[in-house]
């Protein structure tokens, strides 16, 4: 046995009795590294990625294209850490997916917030329900801002005829890490309460997602479906 193989034992065994709370960021990316560099002293190479990205969150965050630009990352090597945060999501979407009764809006922001896990752009989904709030289905309408040309409002709309839907709930991420509404934001909320109103859907709440956070325009008061409009 090598040292090097005597390293990713000591590494593996120390993850199956404690854990990964007490490692450091570049022991984490060590033994993630140890399943796509099979013989080879993964240290430089996570040192390298450290030291491009800054952090071992913006390594798993960044595109194939961009890990590809450190040298000795390849594309097994890119492809496996960007799978990382995708199977995340997947798990947290997954899991979140068991409820089926969204009964408070709470319950609503829990279900969706998963779904902007690890995601870099803005990213909007639609959270249809019926009479008694029970989940529909929930789509991605598109990537960017809810008030942007590539996510009109009619196809919210059309999406929520589509799924037979009550009421339906909007969410889009602040990939910046504030989780605050925008005038933007607050103005299209209006548009999209009137446009769903005219069919007899009720739009229950917009939605501000940032990291694990959500903000309701509801709860904050700058919104109120009864009126179908917001509170300025």
Do not use: W
């Not at 249809?128 to 196809?155: H, T």
């Amino acid at each position: 046995m090598s040292m090097h193989d005597g390293h990713r034992q000591r590494l593996k065994k120390r993850f199956l009795n404690e854990g990964l709370d007490n490692f450091e960021q570049l022991q984490v990316l060590e033994l993630l590294l140890f399943y796509c560099i099979p013989r080879q002293d993964t240290n430089p190479v996570a040192h390298r990625l450290l030291d491009h990205f800054g952090s071992l969150t913006q390594v798993l965050e960044a595109t194939p294209e961009e890990l590809k630009k450190v040298p000795g990352i390849g594309d097994a090597v890119a492809t496996f850490l960007a799978l990382v945060t995708s199977v995340g999501r997947y798990y947290n979407v997954n899991r979140a997916a068991s409820v089926q009764i969204l009964s408070s809006l709470d319950a609503c922001g829990k279900y969706l917030v998963p779904r902007f896990y690890g995601r870099r752009n803005e990213t909007v989904f639609i959270l249809c329900m019926d009479a008694k709030c029970k989940v529909l289905c929930c789509k991605e309408v598109g990537e960017g801002s809810v008030n942007s040309a590539a996510v009109p409002i009619r196809r919210i709309v059309e999406m929520a005829l589509g799924a037979n839907a009550t009421s339906v709930v909007i969410a889009h991420n602040h990939p910046s890490g504030v989780a605050v509404p925008s005038n933007e934001d607050i103005q299209t909320t209006r548009r999209l309460a009137m446009a769903l109103s005219a069919v007899e859907i009720t739009l229950i709440d917009h939605m501000v997602v940032a990291e694990d956070d959500f903000v309701s325009m509801r709860q904050s008061g700058v919104y109120d479906p009864n009126r179908c409009q917001v509170l300025l």
